[in-house]
């Protein structure tokens, strides 16, 4: 499934990344528009925080009712230095939610978080003949001691912790 990025900033959406990066009014500088006349019409630019009215933010979001978004200027990050990702099977909703909040509570703010029940794990397993294991088992534990520690389990990698 893809988006536009046209799309995303008339909805101003967010996805997964939202809790580090923001939405993407965070993220966009500049827009070109045209308005439903033909006119062409520029706000923002390549500098962020610019004096006066913020235009860019007032279109961001408008889903296309102000006009058509033709180009649109966004603002670089810095690629992250290391990039993990981890796979945790929890017993309940509860400890998995448990485990989301010692890690934020430990300073780990993770690039995405996502949380599947047993019913969407079952359909991706069904779609993709994927394995992922929905029983608990000890990378519960060590994810929420990692939290706790403040820091990486030492042990993670591509795929299951467990
Ligand atoms: C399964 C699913 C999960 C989703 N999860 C999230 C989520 O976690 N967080 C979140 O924030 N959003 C989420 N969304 C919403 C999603 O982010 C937006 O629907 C999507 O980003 C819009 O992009 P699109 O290219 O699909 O736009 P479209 O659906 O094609 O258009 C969306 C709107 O934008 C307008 N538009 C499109 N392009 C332009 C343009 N160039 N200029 C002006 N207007 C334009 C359209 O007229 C329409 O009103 C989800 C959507 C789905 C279907």
Known sequence: MVSSIGGNVATNAGGPHCL?????????????????????????????????????????????????????????????????????????????????SAIIAAGIIPAALEMLDDAMIGAINAAWARCIRTAPGRAAHRARRAARRGGGSGRESRGDLS
């Open 20 to 100: 580090k990066y923001g939405i993407i009014t965070k993220h966009v500088l500049g827009l070109e528009i045209v308005t439903g006349t033909g006119e062409v019409v520029s706000v923002g630019g390549k500098a962020a925080d610019r004096p006066g009215y913020d235009l860019t933010g007032t279109m961001v979001g408008n889903e296309g009712t102000f006009g058509l978004v033709t180009a649109i200027t966004v603002r670089l990050l810095h690629l992250p230095e290391a990039v993990k990702t981890a796979l945790a099977s929890f017993a309940s909703l509860v400890e998995a939610s448990e485990a989301v």
